[in-house]
């Protein structure tokens, strides 16, 4: 009982039960009003209808005018099974009519006006439900038009007994559709908890089944995407645990030879001094490593969303150019920048020329003496903003481009370089933070390095 009180589903069942029953009874009530209501006020306009057109015909006219009247309407054949017609006297004694017994009590007095009552009669030696008229007439007596209600009664009873086995099916429809409507909603559901709990136990592979278009399929897609994301991430972590565990012990022993030989040597001034440069020189380069592991941190958190604002793509292709301009002259590289205006995105203005200025670096420290490259900014396919670094160096194979994204992944021919394989992975984070993404082409010869983002909407 506690669980069903907690269920949504049983809750949905209750609902669209007591929502089923109380429509029936609403359709039923008007259906009922509509048809026995409409028969009801028909008869009683036709029994005061006729009962003024007797009155009228014998008006000023001897009673013996108004008995012949109600006799000729008994015997004219019309409706004789159903019609009632009674003429009493101003004592009571009856003069005319079809009644055996009737309300006396309920007959006007003179001076009262009409009055349509219901009442048993005993018509023809049987009791009767009828509707009758009862109209006082000037001297003392009273004249009685009406209708037997026996067939009426009958089909009120049998629309009755059709409206209640039409609420007891239309009932039964309705919880039993709310049965199966509960029963999917707890199949579709009971697939999601199974997802959970397969990933609660630590595996996260597992996806929950999605078919349809319906809300269900939705929620399913968006938690699916979720989990893909999820285990990206976990992924992510994974492999930069086992990276840093790999690439730290490497600097951190080369430290610590250093200092050991210190200490086993003779302990000069020169020495140490030497020594102790050298470990801070190694130390900041951990603390670069750390630095640049928190700036890809920073930008899949989404953390500087908040700080998005208008940008002019093509001012910060510029910007960085300019500043990358000796550099690359110094290394023997000719570096061109095309960078049109009013080419707006919504962003964070330091993470974007970061992001520009790794391609920067990574293009003039793997592209090669004497190689050209190309910064430019401008519309690409799809109505997205685009800012690309081309060269026409020895580029990255096709089956590697989708690996050199992943945090300290280096290619073999670039390990003798310095660096730490984090320069694409921070781009990379940086593209998707803003709604955009990395894409790597072949520039044959040579790489285009391309960050594609999304158009600023136009105000």
């Not at 030696?125 to 007439?137: I, N, T, V």
Request: hydrophobic residues 45%; glycine residues 10%.
């Amino acid at each position: 009982m506690i669980q069903l009180r907690a269920s949504i589903a049983a809750k949905l069942v209750l609902g669209y039960g007591l929502l089923g029953t109380a429509s029936v009874v609403l359709v039923s009530a008007v259906f009922y009003h509509g048809t026995v209501g409409v028969l009801d006020r028909d008869i009683d306009g036709r029994i005061v209808v006729q009962s003024d057109r007797m009155v009228a015909r014998a008006n000023g006219l001897p009673r013996d005018v108004l008995q012949a009247e109600v006799r000729r309407q008994l015997d004219d054949g019309v409706d004789s099974d159903r019609e009632i017609f009674q003429l009493v006297a101003a004592d009571g004694t009856p003069l005319a009519g079809n009644l055996d017994s009737w309300p006396k009590a309920g007959l006007p007095s003179p001076g009262t006006g009409p009055g349509l009552v219901s009442a048993m009669v005993v018509r023809q030696g049987h009791p009767a439900p009828a509707r009758l008229y009862l109209r006082p007439l000037d001297d003392g007596g009273a004249l009685i038009v009406g209708r037997d209600l026996s067939e009426q009664e009958a089909v009120s009873e049998v629309i009755w007994h059709a409206l209640l086995a039409g609420a007891a099916v239309s009932l039964l429809l309705t919880v039993g559709g709310a049965l199966l409507f509960r029963r999917a909603i707890e199949r579709r559901l009971s697939a999601i908890r199974r997802t959970a709990a397969q990933i609660e136990a630590g595996d996260l592979s597992p996806r929950i089944p999605v078919s349809g278009r319906d809300e269900f399929a939705l929620l399913g897609r968006d938690i699916n995407r979720m989990l893909d994301r999820i285990e990206l991430l976990m992924e992510g972590i994974r492999h930069v645990s086992n990276a840093i565990a790999h690439d730290l012990r490497t600097p951190l022993g080369r430290i610590r030879g250093k200092l050991d030989d210190v200490v086993r040597r003779e302990a000069t001034v020169p020495r140490l001094t030497s020594a102790a440069q050298d470990a801070i020189e190694d130390i900041d380069d951990l603390i670069r490593l750390f630095e640049r592991l928190l700036q890809i941190a920073e930008a899949e958190s989404g953390m500087r969303t908040r700080l998005f604002e208008r940008l002019d793509l093509g001012h910060i292709a510029s910007d960085i150019g300019e500043m990358y301009e000796a550099s690359a002259e110094d290394c023997g590289l000719q570096l061109t920048v095309d960078a049109p205006e009013h080419l707006y995105v919504d962003g964070d203005r330091n993470l974007l020329a970061s992001a520009v200025a790794s391609l920067l670096d990574n293009a003039i420290k793997y592209a090669g003496p004497g190689a050209a490259l190309r910064l430019r900014a401008g519309l690409y396919h799809g109505g997205l903003a685009s800012i690309a670094v081309h060269d026409n160096g020895p580029g990255i194979p096709e089956e590697e481009r989708g690996k050199v994204t992943q945090r300290f992944y280096r290619l073999d021919d670039s390990r003798h370089l310095p660096g730490n394989g984090l320069g694409l992975a921070i781009v990379s984070a940086t593209a998707l933070a803003h709604g955009g993404e990395l894409v790597l082409e072949d520039a044959a010869p040579g790489l285009v390095a391309r960050i594609l983002l999304p158009l600023a909407p136009s105000s």
